[in-house]
């Protein structure tokens, strides 16, 4: 079997499993659309890690037919996980990611929604969504006319872990915000569009908030010519 590569050229999976044996053991990252996982790719090739193309409508369940052929050998969506290649240095206080988590929760109104912290290698990334390998893409069979019929298709918007960017200056601008109860407003606006991108960018966001999105990116747009 011959895997096409984000980066170019061709890989065999007994190749890509040696050619990571270090970095990332029994492993295979992949990429369902090389589109909205494009700052993705690009931090997966900064930093040097490989990545398969696995974009076709059938790839879901070719995928849970390799990891069962191949004993010990996992795929995962290169925005599921984050290697350690890809996680920068910096931290955030405790009581800060607390807050920033209440912000978040308060914004979107899921007060349920998990928020951890974690510093990427790109500054420019805000945040995150991660969804569980096993039901995202359970999620994509449903759809395909496959997958676990005790699952529906959407069942995991609500499963979306939120990953927080301290080095953002996003993030800190929603933790500074969220000092004065006066600044609700501007901060459930930026909480919102940095979980709408998040969501955007794994493919996550639904098609009726949308219309939302693109209204707040054209407000927030022009708040910075005034």
Excluded at 10 to 33: A, F, G, M, Q
């Amino acid at each position: 079997m011959i895997f096409k590569l984000s980066s170019g050229g061709y890989i065999t999976l007994s190749e890509y499993l040696l050619d990571c044996k270090e970095r990332h053991e029994n492993i295979v990252y992949y990429i369902n659309d090389v589109h909205a996982l494009a700052p993705y790719i690009k931090m997966f090739e900064d930093a040097k890690l490989k990545a398969v193309i696995l974009d076709t409508p059938i790839d879901p369940h070719f995928i849970s037919f390799m990891e069962m052929k191949s004993e010990g050998v996992r795929f995962s969506r290169i925005d599921s996980e984050l290697p350690d290649e890809l996680k920068g240095e910096g931290t955030m206080e405790d009581d800060i990611l607390e807050s920033v988590s209440k912000a978040f929760q308060r914004a979107t109104g899921n007060k349920d929604m998990k928020v951890k912290a974690q510093a990427l290698k790109s500054d420019d990334i805000a945040a995150v969504a991660q969804i569980n390998e096993f039901l995202r893409r359970n999620d994509e069979m449903q759809a395909a006319g496959g997958g676990m019929p005790w699952m529906q298709p959407g069942d995991i918007s609500n499963s979306i872990e939120l990953i927080v960017n301290p080095n953002n200056a996003v993030i800190t601008q929603i933790a500074d915000l969220e000092k004065n109860d006066d600044n609700e407003k501007t901060s459930n606006e930026l909480c919102l569009q940095v979980f709408d991108l998040a969501r955007l960018t794994a493919g996550l966001l639904k098609p009726e908030d949308m219309a939302d999105f693109i209204s707040r990116s054209s407000t927030i747009l022009n708040k910075t010519v005034k």
